[in-house]
């Protein structure tokens, strides 16, 4: 693919756009490729000799710019829809979406929870975690999906999450997705919900009654999550692309808390 920076020129809009010439095909990079047809808005189409890929051989780009960008991702976890960002950023949706899936990608799977080391014996006897279940909709409510959330009840930082149906097999799944020396020492509060029992450990597992709840901090963490996460998931997607915006926009919620924590 060439770049052709020299026509590099900013739109009436504000956004920069670049005129991107290809002379290759870009899955298999082949230069066998003939002409085929012409788009919806009649630019001539190809189609490559080799593997049957059809693409436009001239096309503008936009840039968007790396402030945009991370002011992007800072707003892809306030309330705001993504048609919202859209305006108020002025890139287009199929860019943004395109945008979303790479920021999801690109998430560490530790959320960014701080680390407890061994020589922090004294915090380890001490660790608490709070442990809860809650019911999201993708689309529709045949779509149920239980989001499981392990908190640490000091840091406040979200330790592991899991996104499935409400069974003992996915009490286990976030189990094992939680940290290991929260495993070994923590001690953990849940409601009475029966799966938890056969997962955590009974010696340091709590089960108590919702209302006597040693601390409301999952409730609302939950709350939050629910209000910020909801309106990431678009209309218009198959099920599948949905459920997993619906689990990269909770991991990036997770992600940005625990950072907002750690900085606290
Ligand atoms: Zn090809």
Redesign the pocket.
Known sequence: MLLLTKNTYQEAGGQQKTMVIRDV?P????SK?KKNGHIHNGKQNHR?Q????QFVACFEQSLISDNTRALIERLLVERISLRGICRAVGVNLKWLLSFLVQCFEALPDHLHVQSITCQQDVLIQRLEVEADEMASFVEKKVHKQWIWIALDAKSRQVIAFHVGDRSRKSAKRLWVKIPEAYRQHATFYTDQYVVYQGVIPAVRHRAIHKLARKTNHIERFNNTLRQRVSRLVREGLSFSKKLAHHIGAIKLFICHYNLMRAAA
């Open positions: 095909c899955r298999c990079q082949s490729y490559c080799d593997c049957g890929r």
